[in-house]
């Protein structure tokens, strides 16, 4: 909501077993080292869009689907921009982590209030 990941909203029960959800600030303080790992792949794009993202995200989601897990269920990302924040910019930063042989459907609706 607003750009932050909130577990209360989150229905993660549905999820199969070897598939991790989290916030991403959760999955930095878990293990911050992978975390840098990633962020140092992107450091020499000169892809301007990924530069904006990089510069003004400050939460998103991580997604973890383990090595050989075929995800069925439709994970859902739902960005509910509420009337308090119309005047506001989220920028998320999601990291979809797939292990070998992993399977997983993503959908980002984005749904804001006027």
């Given at each position: 909501?607003?750009?932050?990941?909130?577990?209360?909203?989150?229905?993660?029960?549905?999820?199969?077993?070897?598939?991790?959800?989290?916030?991403?600030?959760?999955?930095s303080?878990?293990?911050?080292?992978?975390?840098?790992?990633?962020?140092?792949?992107?450091?020499?794009?000169?892809?301007?869009?990924?530069?904006?993202?990089?510069?003004?995200?400050?939460?998103?989601?991580?997604?973890?689907?383990?090595?050989?897990?075929?995800?069925?269920?439709?994970?859902?990302?739902?960005?509910?921009?509420?009337p308090?924040?119309?005047?506001?910019?989220?920028?998320?930063?999601?990291?979809?982590?797939?292990?070998?042989?992993?399977?997983?459907?993503?959908v980002?609706?984005?749904?804001?209030?006027?």
């Amino acid at each position: 909501m607003d750009g932050v990941y909130v577990s209360e909203l989150s229905q993660l029960k549905s999820l199969p077993a070897g598939v991790t959800l989290c916030s991403l600030k959760d999955a930095s303080v878990k293990d911050p080292e992978r975390l840098q790992k990633l962020w140092a792949l992107d450091t020499d794009s000169n892809d301007v869009f990924l530069a904006l993202n990089r510069a003004l995200a400050t939460e998103g989601i991580f997604i973890e689907v383990a090595n050989g897990i075929h995800c069925e269920t439709l994970i859902h990302i739902i960005h509910y921009n509420s009337p308090q924040s119309a005047q506001a910019i989220a920028s998320p930063r999601h990291v979809l982590w797939l292990g070998k042989h992993a399977q997983a459907h993503v959908v980002e609706p984005f749904i804001a209030w006027d």
